[in-house]
């Protein structure tokens, strides 16, 4: 008996998570216009931003890329600009930084009517990386996985993790 019970212990502990409101859905890759990331330690989502509060824009050519999002909920607010001077390829990552660093930058906001404002970007000195899982010129899908740091005019640095989106464009 003390087995069984060890044993369903085990199972319920190990089913539990602390971050069970925070899943983080899986990149389906099939253009469903959805996008998640995290703007230091704060989880944005399309999947629960409000309707009136969400904008979702994408540009994609051989050339050249721009992506813009904006997410919010609860008076919560987050932009993310993505953009590329240089056409992308699927299975391909490449690092976002600056102008002098690489092709790729993104600029980011959080703001709201009680948090204060931050205005921040990547730069040449910081950055990350974004990695193009699928590219689709013929159904017209990009999705991609990112992460990155960006900075504030004062130097504060802010993270922006587990990124990832899913578009038609």
Known sequence: MKKIIALITSFV????????????????????NSVEYTFNGKRMSSF?????AKEIM?????ANTWIYFKLGKNNEYSTLSLSSSTGF???????????LNSNVKASNEF????????SCSTNNEIGGT??????????RIIAAKFSYDCAD????????????FDLKF
């Open 111 to 118: 703001y709201g009517p009680n948090i204060p404002y931050v």
């Open 153 to 164: 005019d004062r130097g504060n640095v802010y993270a922006v993790r587990d990124g990832w």
């Open 89 to 99: 390829e699927e299975g391909k990552t490449y690092s976002i930084k600056g102008n």
């Open 58 to 62: 994408c540009n994609v050519s051989k």
């Open 13 to 32: 502990i190990l089913s539990c998570s602390s971050d069970d409101d925070q899943k983080q859905l899986p990149l389906t890759m099939n253009g469903s």
């Open 130 to 139: 974004i990695k193009i899982e699928k590219l689709d010129y013929t159904n």
């Open 48 to 52: 629960d931003s409000d309707e009136d």
